[in-house]
């Protein structure tokens, strides 16, 4: 049961260029949605969010997209760097029931920036 | 920046052994959970603690697991009776509130053999 799915395991962009990583969701009860950044041997941390409220949502480099009526989601950022290599993990709530308690997962996006 | 530490970062375990992974939180933080990801798979939520009782479980979150605040810094998950298909990393994470970010810690990679 993939209720938020990412189909891209991995990505490679050279640096300086755009990096787009795309999400798919399917519980229409989604209202609040995360991407979380993780390296080796880390935690995953925060990064940018979006509320159902708002289609757009902007923090320095990284900007997130929400399309509703599509179920879709998408982290752009713009521009890449070395740094920003690790795996990035879509994730979804209904904040309305559980806040932040009980997010669902994505399954990851490796990516890569090439120098 | 203040951080969410846990311990061990590996732990190998026989299969029916108990196994406790032990977390401190965030100190001012009033939310707790345990997510796990098993290799190759997605993060998967386990439990929250809030107010020193579980608020909500996943259906993972079966008999064998319990979670724990046995003082005033650590949360601890103990898993009763271990099976192969527990071996996964653990997460613990905490937050300020039910809507503010998780934080997350670095996880303890659980083996069963």
């Known amino acids: 049961d993939q209720q938020v799915k990412q189909n891209s395991p991995s990505l490679s962009v050279q640096e300086g260029r755009i990096s787009i990583l795309n999400c798919d969701y399917t519980?229409?009860?989604?209202?609040?949605f995360l991407w979380y950044k993780k390296y080796p041997a880390e935690g995953p941390t925060f990064l940018i969010s979006i509320s159902s409220i708002k289609d757009k949502n902007e923090d320095g480099r990284f900007t997130v997209f929400l399309n509703k009526s599509a179920k879709h989601l998408s982290l752009h950022i713009v521009p890449s760097q070395p740094g920003d290599s690790a795996v990035y993990f879509c994730a979804a709530t209904s904040r309305f029931n559980f806040g932040n308690e009980k997010l669902t997962f994505g399954t990851g996006t490796r990516l890569t920036i090439i120098p | 920046e203040p951080e969410v530490t846990q311990t061990p970062s590996h732990q190998v375990t026989q299969m029916g052994q108990e196994v406790i992974l032990r977390c401190v939180p965030i100190?001012?933080?009033?939310?707790f959970y345990w997510y796990r990801q098993i290799l190759g798979q997605k993060v998967e939520f386990l439990v929250s603690f809030y107010n020193n009782e579980i608020s909500e479980k996943s259906e993972i979150f079966d008999d064998q697991f319990s979670v724990e605040r046995p003082d005033g810094s650590n949360f601890t998950l103990k898993i009763r009776s271990t099976k192969l298909e527990d071996s996964a990393m653990y997460f613990c994470?905490?937050?300020?509130?039910?809507?503010?970010?998780?934080?997350f810690g670095s996880g303890t990679q659980l083996s069963v053999l």
């Open positions: 100190s001012n933080h009033l939310y």
């Open positions: 519980n229409s009860m989604f209202d609040y």
């Open positions: 994470a905490s937050s300020l509130d039910l809507n503010e970010k998780l934080f």
